[in-house]
Structures are given as C-alpha cells and as structure tokens.
C-alpha cells in the first residue's frame, strides 16, 4: 500500500458509501414525509430512534458472525435488509412501513461497517498501515451521509418520495459489485486453551469508560443534527433539496477534514484533537438556533462537520492504544452498541425536549452537555 490506501481499500469504501448511503437517505426522507403527512416531532424522534435499535442488539453477534464467515456473507445479509427496507418504503410509504424500513436500513448497516472495518483492520500490515487505512475509511460514512440525503432530496422534490426510496434500495445492490471479487482473509486461529472473556469486563479500565461517555457526548451530536436540521427547515419553510444539501454540507465538510487528517493527526495527539472538536461543537451548537437562512445554517452546518469530522479516527485510533491487542473487535463492537444505544434514546429525547422548550433548546441542551465532557476528554491522556 501507499500511504495506506490501494484499490481494493477503494473499493471496500465505495462499497460502505453505498450501503450506508441508503441508510443515510432513507433517514432524511422518512422523517420528512412522516412530517409532511402530519406526524408530531415525538413520532419522527421515535421513527429516528428505530435507526439504531437493531445496531444495539446486532453489534456482537454481527462481530462473532463476521469472524466465522468474514467479509462477504455479512455483506450479502446486510445487502438483502438494506434493498428490502428501502424497497419497502418505496411500495408502501406509510408510517408503520418508514419504522419498518428504519429498522431494516439502520442494521443493514451496522452489520456491514462491522464487517468493512474488520477485514481493513486484519489487512494492514502493522499499526502505522492501520492508522492510515481507517483514516481513509473514516472518508466512506462522511461522504454517504452527503450522497444519500442529497440523492433523497433531489429526487422528493422533481419526482416525489416513492421515487426516492426506489432510488435508495439500488444503492446497496452497487455494494455487491464492489466486493465480489475480492479475496476473503485467512480465518482467526484462536490460541489452545484460551479463555474466553466477556466483552463487559473491558468497562472496568477507567480510560475505556471515559472513552465512551466521549464518543456518546459527541455521537449524540450527529443524532441531534440529523433530528433538527429538517424540523427546523420544515418550520422554516425550506424545500427537501435545501435541507438535504445543508445535510449533505455537513458530510461534505467532515469527509474532507478527514483526508486531510492524517498530515494533522502526526503532530497533535488525540486527546487534544477531541477535546477541541468538544469546545468547537459546544460553541457551535449555541449558535446554530439563530441562523434562520439556509445560508447561515449552511455555514453552521460546514463548520459543525469539520469539528465532528476529526473525532472517528482519533476514537478508533485510542480504542487500539488503550486496549489488548487481542480485545480490539470486541472494544469496537462495544464503542458501536454505545453509539447506537444512544441513537435509540437520543431522537426520543430530541423529540420531547422539542415538544417542551422548542427545537432550538435542543441544540442548547445538548451543546451544553458537550461543553461539560470536554474534561473527560483532557483525562484520555492519562495513559
């Protein structure tokens, strides 16, 4: 590899720009037309909420499934839940359905980022290969999160929501031909008598846990930004295109941080990276409220993602540094159930709090919340 990067790792991003793109569009549109059909922000919270739900009980199973089979059969499952939720929603574009859809989509690609990341982990040839290959792999779910909510958008406003979901469920059938020719890895020979160790007893190193409650602060960032964008374009009477694009800015600006990461991340250690992505987002997120024009949100919106965009690859980079060798699969399985857990819990949240004090002290809340876990952050360098 140069740098890190080769066409099978092209490949490998492409194929989860896909999937996850599905996902991403499908969580823009649903929501949308749950809210044009004249569904409360409570409801599109708990549609929101679904997303996650089958990423928090699939994450370890997904994990120990794609260990025994590897890169290609959990692709071919998440393939077939993605088309079929996304195939769904275009047939039948009810409520009932949209949660179904969520649900579908949501593990889909859970189960295929697990994967995805497994197989690039046990490619690289050493630690400095392995920095690199994530980083470049960070690129992959920032650049979906612009291509399907901006596709979705589109597509609402020239040919109608139908149309759209139809479009999202062909995504997924690219990821396939992106992997299929691709060689599997060697499987993972476990040690004689080796003791098998649950995946909870990782809670008991302080760092892991600070690491965590990091990761969910700054996560919950992406679910509120998700949540809020379109509630308030909707009550600002901006059209599905716009929205989608400040959606679609956000990913842009994180996606392109991230290329440039790894030149930032030689000369400054991780703790202080996130720690600054917490100050920056805090600052950002009290400020949001008052842009009331798609310009200004779009402003807000591409600073937001450069913030955020830095925190994935310094989070999966810390997670190799702080625990075994032998655990990394399950820390990282652990990091994606926390993520997801909150992802459930979060919209629902966003949604009453929404309904209580307005949308706009959601971002206050939440900004809030991350100015305060900037001192766990600061801790991470406790070694």
Not at 128 to 153: K, M, T, Y
Not at 287 to 306: E, K, N, Q, W
Not at 336 to 361: D, E, H, K, Q, R
């Amino acid at each position: 590899m140069s740098n890190g990067f080769s066409p099978a790792l092209a490949r490998l991003i492409a194929a989860q720009v896909c999937i996850h793109a599905c996902m991403a569009g499908t969580r823009m549109a649903a929501p949308l037309l749950a809210l044009r059909s004249g569904y409360s922000e409570a409801a599109v919270g708990f549609l929101l909420a679904l997303f996650a739900l089958t990423q928090v009980f699939l994450s370890l199973p997904a994990g120990r499934y794609a260990d025994r089979h590897g890169l290609k059969k959990p692709l071919v499952w998440s393939i077939a839940a993605a088309v079929t939720g996304a195939g769904l929603a275009a047939a039948f574009p009810v409520f009932p359905v949209l949660c179904i859809a969520a649900l579908c989509t949501g593990g889909a690609t859970g189960t295929a980022s697990i994967a995805l990341q497994r197989h690039v982990g046990r490619a690289a040839a050493n630690p400095a290969e392995l920095r690199q290959v994530f980083s470049w792999l960070s690129i992959g779910p920032a650049f979906s999160n612009f291509l399907g909510p901006f596709a979705a958008g589109l597509m609402i406003d020239h040919a109608g929501f139908r149309q759209a979901f139809f479009m999202l469920a062909l995504l997924p059938v690219v990821t396939w031909f992106c992997v299929r020719s691709l060689n599997e890895l060697g499987p993972v020979v476990r040690e004689e008598g080796h003791k098998r160790e649950r995946a909870w007893d990782l809670l008991a190193q302080p760092n892991f846990r600070r690491l965590l409650l990091v990761n969910w602060a700054l996560s919950s960032c992406w679910d509120v930004h998700t949540f809020v964008v379109p509630v308030l374009g909707h009550e600002r009477g901006i059209s599905a295109s716009v929205i989608g694009t400040i959606l679609g800015a956000f990913a842009v600006a994180a996606a392109l941080i991230r290329v440039a990461l790894p030149i930032v991340a030689a000369r400054v250690p991780e703790w202080k990276m996130v720690t600054g992505s917490m100050v920056a987002t805090a600052a950002l997120f009290a400020t949001y409220p008052f842009m009331h024009s798609a310009l200004g949100m779009g402003i807000c919106s591409v600073l937001l993602g450069i913030s955020l965009g830095v925190v994935q690859p310094m989070i999966m980079s810390t997670i190799h540094q702080i625990t075994p060798a032998h655990r990394h699969g399950e820390a990282l399985a652990m990091r994606l159930m926390a993520i997801n857990a909150s992802s459930v819990a979060m919209p629902l949240l966003f949604g009453l709090t929404g309904a209580a004090i307005g949308i706009s002290g959601v971002f206050w809340v939440v900004g809030l919340v991350v100015g305060a876990g900037t001192r766990l952050a600061v801790k991470l360098d406790e070694r």
